[in-house]
C-alpha cells in the first residue's frame, strides 16, 4: 500500500466572500468545496498503486522485440484503488449549513417542517464542545473493509490515549465521547472539550489546529487547519 495524504488549506470564507451568497443559496459546488476542501474541512487521501513487472511497451527499433502491453494487467505505479476520509469540524457553523444545504438541493422535495428543523441545526451556536466529523469513501468494498471495521469497533476506550486535537504550541485537548456512524450520513463523531484551562481552547492568534487519531493499528488520521481562515460571519468558527 502506497500512501498518499493531501492536506488543503484552502479557506471557504475566501469562496463565500466571492459569492456573496447566504448558505441557503450556495449551490451544489459550493456546498461541497465547503465539505471537502476549506478551513473546516479536509480529505485525506490514500491509494493503492499496481505493482508487478514493466507493462510498458519495449522498442528497441526492431518489431521482433517489442513486448506488448497486457491491457488486463495496470501499469505499475497506477493507482489502482483509493480511500478518502472527509475529516469536518462539524461544530463549525459553515460546515453544519454545508450538511443541510447539501440535504436541500439533494431532497428539493423536503417539506417546510423539515426545513425548519434542519435550518435550528445549521444556525446554532456551539459553546461545549468540538466535533469532528470523519465520513470514509472506499473506490471498492475491499479497499474499505478495513476503514469500515475499524470504526464499527472502536470505542471511546479504544480511542482516548491516541486521539486528541493539538494547537501550533503544543497544547492539547484529549477525547472526551466517541460517537460510531449511524445512518444520519454524517460519519464518526469524536468529541471534544472546547475549553482548556477555563479558557476556550482556540484563539485567531493560534496559527494552526490538528486533528489526530490512531484508529486501527491500520489507520491513522491525521489533519490540519489554518486557524486565521477560519474566521465567520466576524466569528472564529470550530
Request: aromatic letters at 10%.
Amino acid at each position: 500500500m502506497t500512501r498518499i495524504i493531501f492536506f488543503m488549506f484552502l479557506a471557504s470564507s475566501a469562496l463565500i466572500a466571492q459569492t456573496g451568497k447566504p448558505w441557503l443559496e450556495w449551490n451544489m459546488k459550493e456546498t461541497t468545496k465547503i465539505l471537502n476542501d476549506s478551513a473546516w474541512s479536509q480529505t485525506q487521501l490514500e491509494t493503492k498503486e499496481a505493482e508487478g513487472a514493466s507493462a510498458a511497451i519495449t522498442n528497441t527499433g526492431s518489431s521482433r522485440t517489442m513486448v506488448p502491453r497486457d491491457a488486463s494487467k495496470d501499469s505499475p505505479g497506477a493507482i489502482t484503488s483509493y480511500i478518502k476520509y472527509y475529516v469536518r469540524l462539524l461544530s463549525a457553523k459553515p460546515v453544519r449549513q454545508a450538511v443541510v444545504r447539501k440535504l436541500m438541493l439533494d431532497s428539493p422535495e423536503m417539506d417546510a417542517e423539515r426545513k425548519e428543523q434542519l435550518k435550528s441545526f445549521a444556525e446554532a451556536s456551539t459553546s461545549d464542545f468540538i466535533v469532528v466529523a470523519v465520513v470514509a469513501e472506499a473506490k471498492d468494498q475491499a479497499t474499505g473493509r478495513d476503514a469500515l471495521q475499524a470504526f464499527q469497533t472502536a470505542t471511546f476506550d479504544s480511542l482516548k490515549e491516541s486521539t486528541y486535537l493539538e494547537r501550533n504550541d503544543g497544547q492539547r485537548v484529549l477525547l472526551a465521547d466517541f460517537k460510531a456512524p449511524v445512518a444520519d450520513g454524517l460519519g464518526a463523531k469524536f468529541v471534544f472539550p472546547r475549553m482548556l484551562n477555563n479558557q476556550p481552547f482556540l484563539t485567531p492568534g493560534n496559527g494552526q489546529l490538528k486533528f489526530s487519531s490512531q484508529l486501527s493499528n491500520k489507520i491513522k488520521i491525521e489533519t490540519r487547519y489554518k486557524v486565521s481562515d477560519m474566521q465567520y460571519d466576524g466569528r472564529l468558527e470550530y
